[in-house]
């Protein structure tokens, strides 16, 4: 075996090992079936199970009422979500706050299906920053957010209170803190960040917006056939789903409390290490900053190949910044180990040492 990378990556990213090591087992033999998990039929009983047991549990794991909410899971990515939660709710106007390249996209597509309101906006200061609003009370079919920004290593905090229905991308910070989920009507995330691996996204919902939806909508774009099909009206991606329920259980049996904990201890090294290091500075707001992207620049005189040559000697993979930003990213997620984040920062100093 290789020496131990340290994956930084912003997505796919990395997942417990134990995910990678039962999720192969699998491949081989799913539940002594003597056939592949790759290979059973979706409407077979083992495989209804899997998804009853991830849908169970993701709704456990976010407190929500099972006879409230329902659990869907998608394909087309979170990208798909932009337009499909426009197409069954915007019937005249929502509202949404821009926070980033993910916030622009989701505006760009809902635009096609009615009137956007942008309440708020931290494009004047290219996405550093969370807009402070404090409550939304007009009367817009939805007010829509990106609660982590993944390119822009922002992250909501606190949510704004608002009488509408509150919706919120949360690909990339999705079960890593413990929030109350139930001030959201309907929640999506591409599973390929914290959850598994890419081909599926997960989408909490208040069944009760469905009484909202006015349009025709076209099956496989309606969140009505997809709850009333338990997520199978076509065929369903089976090796992601039971991938993402592998890390389910794991992060059902660990706990969000304990999670978020580990995930506010990380990103404080780093963002301590960011302020303390003079040959870097930190791109986001302080108060605004994500416990799950972190992102940074070199200080201006510093030899950026250096510090990228310092990184691979040590096994760190996956820290550019994402084109939009330059500089760096470290993403975090829940299955990275702190031991990863030390190794960052030693290599920090180690850069640091370079120019004393
Ligand atoms: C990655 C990401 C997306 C896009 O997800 P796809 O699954 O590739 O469509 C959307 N929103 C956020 C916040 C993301 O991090």
Known sequence: M?????????????????????????????NNSGLSILEISHRSKDFIEVLE???????????????DYSCLFLQGGASLQFLMVAYNFLNKKAAYINTGSWSSLAIKEAKMFGDVSEIGSSADKNFNYIPNLSSINDDFDY??????????????????????????DMSSDIFSRNINFSKFDLIYAGAQKNLGPAGVTMVLIKNQLLDMVKRNVPSMLS???????????????????????????????????????RNSEKSKLIYDEIDRNKCFVGFSDINDRSHMN???????GYDVEIFKSICSDNNISGINGHRSVGGFRASIYNALGIDSVITLINCMKEFESNYN
Not at 143 to 166: A, D, K, R, Y
């Open 2 to 30: 290789k020496n131990k990378v340290h994956n930084f990556s912003a997505g796919p990213s990395i997942l417990p090992n134990i995910v990678f090591e039962q999720a192969s087992a699998a491949i081989k033999d799913f």
């Open 53 to 67: 047991e991830a849908r169970s549990i993701s709704l456990d794991i976010a407190s929500l009422n099972k006879d």
């Open 143 to 168: 007010v829509h957010i990106t609660s982590n920004n993944t390119i822009f290593g922002t992250q909501f905090h606190s949510f704004p209170e608002t009488t509408c229905p509150l919706f919120a």
């Open 223 to 261: 969140y009505k056939v997809h709850i009333d099909k338990d997520s199978s009206y076509n065929t369903p991606p089976v090796f992601s789903i039971f991938s993402v329920l592998l890390n389910l259980r794991l992060i059902k049996s660990e706990g969000l409390e304990s999670i978020e904990k």
């Open 294 to 300: 972190a992102t940074f620049n070199l200080a201006d």
